[in-house]
């Protein structure tokens, strides 16, 4: 646990320090940290069977990225759901239909609870890397 | 009184018993069976008696005793007198059908009601009956005077109107009077019951006094008032400024708050309220001009505390003082059998059929999208249910019976390895878009079957069809078909020939204007292609390729995956290296060849299920131009899907197939409801799982709820919002969720939400075995439903969920006591007790929940 403490601890304070422009072929919704994107939408699935995605959706420029990694299947029990996910982009968008996919490392569920790929609760120190400083990050 | 005597082997046990009106006419049944015991029973039977209010007859209508006679099972009878009590038991009666007649006697001895019911007497059971008593029916006299003092009235005329408080048909009936001198009398017949009656005294032009009372006649019986003009004239324009049954008034009986009509020329107000309310005791809450007070019988009635019976019509009185300004009759009509709750929290209330017992429904909608809720529960209170209580509820249901269609399922589906060296004569597919004019009948191909372009099929093209005039221009149909599925070389379990896939082509992609499947599927949702702003899509091309291969490698014959779409096909092999490069959908050969004897069919059912699919697929690839490429919006699965599943209902008559709808075809097209016992299409699993998400799409195995609940869902949308109209609405939304619902109803219901669409699914699926529904809660018309688009016209037949089953469920599932639903988002949950006599029930609503009651 304590590891990942610390990971995210790193993740954090580059969230909150080293915000860089966005990559992406659009504007981005959301503000890549160095290689690490940190972004809030709802949860969707979106396609056709069987070549579906879990997307992550921001309303604020209807942008979407799909998911992918250890995550998806927990992240798709939140369909609908307003979510927070830290990840990298592993492959750019395409166009219609293929939006950019990142690899997620971790997520906030609409609990605010922070979990890492796998699902396990990580303990965000209340001083260093609040849920209301990441949200003031994301500018709510 | 006539005076029976008593059997001696009979014991009579009295019980004092809630009074309930009742006012049905007729013979009740009760039966309970066993093979137990001796060779005889006993009958516990309740009466039920109708209101002992008595206005204006010379006969006491007060039910004081009771007789009994009772026939039974050869030639065997019982009589009862004098009985008190309002209740009655009767010991060891020979095993078989009685018939009990029950007769009420007034304190004069006189009959005044009479019921009988038929009790199967079974072995060493006990039986439990109701019997209701109702009035002798037959003829019976009115006489109505008024008088007044002819000095102050000049011009005297007088009015006087009836009507049946008893009958559905309220319409009223004239009443002449005879004028004399301060002096107006009228008399008749009428059947008997409760009428209202109005009169009124003008002089010249002014109503100078008006009267509204209630009339109750007999048969054979004299009813007779008289009424004395005096004092100040009544002030005729003074009326209730507003009536109104309040839930928080009467929170044990009302569900809501009911507003009653007020009706100046008519002097009547009318409230409406569910179907089943106990009317005995509500408090009402009522408006009136200041210094203007409402009485009943002599008594002021405070707003939100006084108490009425109103089994009957109530006549308020106004008056200033001590001034009569004349009366209201306040009729409460329980008469609603679909009402929308919005009462949340702990609460209780009580509904009595006792004259007619009902199924209840509650239907709990959660109309968030995005949140769900705790699950509600309603529990069951003091009550009682007939004894043919329907046992129809949910069971365990066994896994087996699973659907075996689906469109795809799984993302490991293409992981099937193939040599990855193929024989020089088969060119990939690449670039079939830009060089279809090369294609000839045997060409040979590759087809690349996953993301990456690892894995090829090699197949041969068994049809060119070209220059096909169209709505969107001239088309091109390509079908192929892998080597391994084509008769007589391939290896698989059924193979595919010409004559498939001329079937198949002739199915899609035919000469002449909406006559196949390209038609009808285009004019709803326009064309598959055209020109993008994107440089690595494929170009504009009219070329169609259908490719025919043993999807998965599975050789399944009997289910498995029928066909399916991907959007990497439309991309240009220099972003996605696994495109073919070509507008192209892939349907099972296995499924396609499989007959139902030895001979195949167009119709058997695989090649059914296959043609079907043709249009499913079709819509996909329709879905990804006109939504993905043109609107940059990338719709949700269940979204998708859903316009997927209506196309194949909205083609189905046209191509003579069952399709998601499930109705058998034989001869003619079915557009009615079916019969029980449906197995086949979406519903079945449906009625089973109907407490599933919308916009929520399942994976693995669950998969085919989501399939069967986004079918129901559109099928409904399809049956009351413009059928195919309203499919090229969703497709034309820049949206691709649930507001893209919105927006296509934006037309033609401005004001409706996702969430009312949800409620009104609701009830829509509780009355589907119903043709004759409000707006908007239609499945069931009997027969088809018909929109036009693109100038086709469709038709999409009825839908009775009760025909469908599941294992060994019947109908849609629902919960019978406790916990409803599992509060999933935008979701219905479904609770059912059926043959309810009387019953409280008990509510846990959490807060957001629509709660919807049905009485059937």
Same mark, same amino acid.
């Given at each position: 646990?304590i590891?990942?403490?610390r990971?995210?601890?790193?993740?954090?304070?580059?969230?909150?320090?080293?915000?860089?422009?966005? !990559?992406?072929?659009?504007?981005q919704?959301?503000?890549?940290?160095?290689?690490l994107?940190?972004?809030?939408?709802?949860?969707?699935?979106?396609?056709?069977e069987?070549?579906?995605?879990?997307?992550?959706?921001?309303?604020?420029?209807?942008?979407?990225?799909?998911?992918v990694?250890?995550?998806?299947?927990?992240?798709?029990?939140?369909?609908q759901?307003a979510v927070i996910?830290?990840?990298?982009?592993v492959? !750019? !968008?395409?166009?219609?239909g293929?939006?950019?996919?990142?690899?997620?490392?971790f997520?906030?569920?609409?609990?605010?609870?922070?979990?890492d790929a796998?699902?396990?609760v990580?303990?965000?120190?209340?001083?260093?890397?609040?849920?209301?400083?990441?949200?003031?990050?994301?500018?709510? | 009184?006539?005076?029976?005597s008593?059997a001696?082997?009979?014991?009579?046990?009295?019980?004092? /018993?809630?009074l309930?009106?009742?006012?049905?006419?007729?013979?009740?049944?009760a039966?309970?069976?066993?093979?137990?015991?001796?060779?005889?029973?006993?009958?516990?039977?309740f009466?039920?008696?109708?209101s &002992?209010?008595?206005?204006?007859?010379?006969?006491?209508?007060?039910?004081?005793?009771?007789?009994?006679e009772?026939?039974?099972?050869?030639?065997s009878?019982? &009589?009862?007198?004098?009985i008190?009590?309002?209740?009655? *038991?009767?010991?060891?009666?020979?095993?078989?059908t009685?018939?009990?007649?029950?007769?009420?006697?007034?304190?004069?001895g006189?009959r005044v009601?009479?019921g009988?019911?038929?009790?199967?007497?079974?072995?060493?059971?006990?039986?439990?009956?109701?019997?209701?008593?109702?009035?002798?029916?037959? %003829?019976?006299?009115?006489a109505l005077?008024?008088?007044?003092?002819?000095? %102050?009235?000049?011009?005297?005329?007088? @009015?006087?109107r009836?009507?049946?408080?008893?009958?559905?048909d309220s319409?009223?009936?004239?009443?002449?009077? $005879?004028?004399?001198?301060?002096?107006?009398?009228?008399?008749?017949t009428?059947? @008997?019951?409760?009428?209202?009656?109005?009169?009124?005294?003008?002089?010249g032009?002014?109503i100078?006094?008006t009267?509204?009372?209630?009339?109750?006649?007999?048969?054979?019986?004299?009813?007779?008032?008289?009424?004395?003009?005096?004092?100040?004239?009544?002030?005729?324009?003074v009326?209730?400024?507003?009536?109104?049954?309040?839930f928080?008034?009467?929170?044990?009986?009302?569900?809501?708050?009911?507003?009653g009509e007020?009706?100046?020329?008519?002097?009547?107000?009318r409230?409406s309220?569910?179907?089943?309310?106990i009317?005995?005791?509500?408090?009402?809450?009522?408006?009136?001009?200041?210094?203007?007070?409402?009485?009943?019988?002599g008594?002021r009635?405070?707003?939100?505390?006084s108490?009425q019976?109103?089994?009957?019509?109530?006549?308020?009185?106004?008056?200033?003082?001590?001034?009569?300004?004349?009366?209201?009759?306040v009729e409460?009509?329980?008469?609603?059998?679909?009402?929308e709750?919005?009462?949340?929290?702990?609460?209780?209330?009580?509904l009595d059929f006792?004259?007619?017992? +009902?199924?209840?429904?509650y239907?709990?909608?959660?109309?968030?999208?995005?949140?769900?809720?705790s699950?509600?529960?309603?529990?069951?209170?003091?009550?009682?249910?007939s004894?043919?209580? #329907?046992?129809?509820?949910?069971?365990a249901?066994?896994?087996?019976m699973?659907?075996?269609?689906?469109?795809?399922?799984?993302?490991?589906e293409?992981?099937?390895?193939?040599?990855?060296?193929f024989?020089?004569?088969?060119? /990939?597919?690449?670039?079939?878009?830009?060089?279809?004019?090369?294609?000839?009948?045997?060409?040979?191909?590759?087809?690349?079957?996953d993301?990456?372009g /690892?894995? $090829?099929?090699p197949?041969?093209? +068994?049809?060119v069809?070209?220059?096909?005039?169209?709505?969107?221009?001239?088309?091109?149909?390509?079908?192929?078909v =892998?080597?391994?599925?084509?008769?007589?070389?391939?290896?698989?379990?059924?193979l595919?020939?010409q004559?498939?896939?001329?079937?198949?082509?002739? +199915?899609?992609?035919?000469?002449?204007?909406?006559?196949?499947i390209?038609d009808?599927?285009?004019?709803?949702?326009?064309?598959?292609w055209g020109?993008?702003e994107?440089?690595?899509?494929?170009?504009?091309?009219?070329?169609i390729h259908?490719?025919?291969?043993?999807?998965?490698?599975?050789?399944? /014959?009997?289910?498995?995956?029928l066909?399916?779409?991907?959007?990497?096909?439309?991309y240009?092999?220099?972003?996605?290296?696994?495109?073919?490069?070509?507008?192209?959908f892939y349907?099972?050969?296995?499924l396609?060849?499989?007959?139902?004897g030895?001979?195949?069919?167009?119709?058997?059912?695989?090649?059914g +299920?296959?043609?079907s699919?043709l249009?499913?697929?079709?819509q996909?690839?329709? $879905?990804?131009?006109?939504?993905n490429?043109?609107?940059?919006?990338?719709?949700e699965v269940?979204?998708?899907e859903?316009?997927?599943?209506?196309?194949?209902?909205l083609?189905?008559?046209?191509l003579?197939?069952?399709?998601?709808?499930?109705?058998?075809?034989?001869g003619?097209?079915?557009?009615?409801?079916?019969?029980?016992g449906?197995?086949?299409?979406?519903?079945?699993?449906?009625?089973?799982y109907?407490?599933?998400?919308?916009?929520?799409w399942?994976?693995?195995d669950?998969v085919?709820?989501?399939?069967?609940?986004?079918y129901?869902?559109?099928?409904?949308?399809?049956?009351?919002?413009?059928?195919?109209?309203?499919?090229?609405a969703?497709?034309?939304?820049?949206?691709?969720?649930?507001?893209a619902? =919105?927006?296509?109803?934006?037309t033609?219901?401005p004001?409706?939400?996702f969430?009312?669409?949800?409620?009104?699914w609701?009830?829509?699926?509780?009355?589907?075995?119903?043709?004759?529904?409000?707006p908007?809660? #239609?499945?069931?018309?009997?027969?088809?439903f018909?929109?036009?688009?693109?100038?086709?016209?469709?038709?999409v037949?009825?839908i009775? *969920?009760?025909?469908?089953?599941?294992?060994?469920?019947?109908?849609p599932?629902?919960?019978?006591?406790?916990?409803?639903?599992?509060?999933?988002?935008?979701?219905?949950?479904?609770?059912?007790?059926?043959?309810?006599?009387?019953?409280?029930?008990?509510?846990?609503?959490?807060?957001?929940?629509?709660m919807?009651?049905?009485?059937?």
């Amino acid at each position: 646990m304590i590891g990942y403490r610390r990971t995210l601890l790193a993740i954090m304070l580059l969230c909150l320090l080293c915000v860089l422009p966005a !990559a992406g072929r659009r504007e981005q919704p959301s503000k890549a940290i160095s290689d690490l994107l940190l972004i809030r939408g709802t949860i969707v699935l979106t396609g056709n069977e069987p070549h579906t995605s879990l997307v992550i959706r921001s309303e604020k420029v209807r942008d979407d990225h799909v998911l992918v990694g250890e995550a998806v299947a927990l992240l798709t029990a939140y369909q609908q759901e307003a979510v927070i996910v830290v990840g990298t982009i592993v492959t !750019a !968008a395409i166009g219609p239909g293929f939006p950019a996919s990142l690899d997620v490392h971790f997520f906030r569920t609409p609990d605010r609870v922070w979990h890492d790929a796998g699902g396990r609760v990580i303990l965000v120190p209340q001083d260093v890397a609040s849920d209301a400083k990441i949200l003031e990050f994301l500018g709510e | 009184m006539s005076k029976k005597s008593f059997a001696t082997n009979i014991h009579m046990i009295l019980t004092l /018993t809630v009074l309930v009106l009742s006012l049905v006419v007729g013979c009740d049944h009760a039966e309970l069976s066993s093979d137990l015991g001796p060779y005889r029973g006993d009958v516990r039977l309740f009466f039920f008696r109708a209101s &002992s209010r008595t206005i204006d007859t010379d006969i006491d209508m007060r039910i004081v005793s009771y007789g009994l006679e009772a026939i039974g099972p050869n030639g065997s009878e019982v &009589s009862l007198s004098d009985i008190t009590e309002e209740s009655v *038991l009767l010991n060891n009666l020979d095993v078989g059908t009685w018939q009990i007649t029950i007769d009420g006697y007034n304190p004069e001895g006189i009959r005044v009601g009479s019921g009988c019911v038929t009790v199967q007497v079974s072995r060493g059971l006990s039986v439990q009956a109701d019997v209701h008593l109702v009035p002798l029916e037959g %003829e019976g006299s009115y006489a109505l005077d008024i008088t007044w003092d002819s000095s %102050e009235v000049g011009d005297p005329s007088i @009015s006087g109107r009836l009507f049946s408080l008893s009958d559905e048909d309220s319409s009223e009936i004239a009443v002449s009077f $005879h004028l004399h001198d301060g002096l107006a009398t009228a008399s008749g017949t009428l059947d @008997s019951g409760y009428y209202g009656v109005i009169i009124s005294l003008s002089d010249g032009d002014a109503i100078i006094w008006t009267k509204t009372d209630i009339l109750r006649i007999v048969a054979d019986g004299d009813s007779a008032a008289s009424y004395a003009v005096s004092g100040s004239h009544a002030d005729s324009d003074v009326h209730p400024l507003g009536f109104l049954l309040g839930f928080a008034d009467n929170p044990d009986t009302l569900f809501t708050d009911s507003v009653g009509e007020i009706d100046q020329e008519s002097r009547r107000i009318r409230v409406s309220v569910p179907v089943g309310t106990i009317l005995s005791a509500l408090v009402p809450r009522f408006i009136t001009e200041d210094g203007v007070d409402l009485y009943v019988d002599g008594v002021r009635q405070i707003s939100g505390e006084s108490v009425q019976d109103f089994s009957t019509g109530v006549i308020y009185g106004l008056y200033r003082g001590e001034t009569h300004l004349g009366d209201y009759l306040v009729e409460v009509h329980p008469e609603q059998t679909v009402l929308e709750i919005d009462r949340h929290g702990a609460f209780s209330v009580s509904l009595d059929f006792s004259d007619d017992p +009902k199924d209840v429904w509650y239907i709990l909608t959660n109309p968030s999208t995005n949140s769900n809720l705790s699950v509600p529960s309603i529990g069951l209170g003091a009550g009682y249910v007939s004894t043919d209580r #329907s046992l129809s509820v949910a069971k365990a249901v066994s896994r087996t019976m699973l659907p075996d269609i689906r469109q795809k399922s799984g993302v490991d589906e293409f992981n099937r390895q193939l040599p990855s060296a193929f024989p020089a004569r088969y060119p /990939t597919s690449r670039h079939l878009a830009s060089v279809s004019e090369e294609i000839r009948f045997d060409d040979a191909r590759l087809f690349s079957i996953d993301y990456h372009g /690892t894995n $090829h099929v090699p197949a041969i093209c +068994k049809k060119v069809r070209t220059g096909i005039d169209t709505l969107n221009g001239t088309k091109n149909l390509y079908i192929w078909v =892998e080597e391994r599925s084509w008769s007589p070389s391939g290896d698989r379990a059924f193979l595919v020939t010409q004559q498939m896939v001329d079937v198949l082509a002739d +199915k899609f992609l035919v000469p002449g204007p909406a006559n196949d499947i390209y038609d009808w599927v285009t004019a709803i949702y326009g064309e598959e292609w055209g020109a993008s702003e994107w440089p690595n899509l494929i170009p504009d091309t009219d070329d169609i390729h259908i490719l025919l291969k043993d999807i998965d490698g599975d050789d399944s /014959t009997d289910g498995g995956v029928l066909g399916y779409y991907w959007a990497k096909d439309n991309y240009l092999a220099s972003s996605i290296s696994g495109s073919n490069e070509s507008l192209v959908f892939y349907l099972d050969s296995v499924l396609l060849a499989n007959p139902d004897g030895t001979e195949w069919e167009a119709d058997d059912y695989w090649p059914g +299920k296959q043609i079907s699919t043709l249009a499913h697929e079709f819509q996909h690839m329709i $879905h990804f131009y006109q939504k993905n490429v043109l609107r940059d919006v990338s719709s949700e699965v269940w979204l998708n899907e859903m316009c997927s599943l209506v196309t194949e209902d909205l083609v189905a008559d046209k191509l003579m197939l069952s399709g998601p709808r499930g109705v058998p075809v034989a001869g003619t097209f079915d557009y009615s409801g079916g019969t029980p016992g449906l197995l086949e299409g979406r519903l079945p699993l449906f009625n089973r799982y109907n407490d599933q998400s919308v916009n929520v799409w399942l994976s693995g195995d669950e998969v085919l709820r989501s399939y069967a609940t986004a079918y129901a869902f559109g099928a409904y949308l399809c049956r009351n919002h413009g059928g195919a109209t309203l499919f090229n609405a969703i497709m034309d939304a820049q949206e691709g969720d649930h507001r893209a619902i =919105e927006a296509a109803l934006a037309t033609s219901c401005p004001d409706l939400t996702f969430a009312d669409v949800l409620v009104d699914w609701g009830k829509a699926v509780v009355l589907s075995d119903s043709t004759d529904t409000e707006p908007y809660t #239609s499945y069931n018309n009997g027969s088809w439903f018909a929109s036009s688009q693109g100038g086709v016209e469709y038709h999409v037949g009825s839908i009775n *969920l009760e025909n469908y089953s599941y294992a060994s469920q019947a109908g849609p599932h629902h919960t019978i006591s406790g916990t409803v639903g599992r509060g999933l988002k935008a979701s219905n949950a479904y609770f059912k007790e059926s043959s309810v006599v009387r019953r409280t029930y008990e509510f846990s609503i959490p807060d957001g929940y629509v709660m919807t009651l049905v009485v059937r």
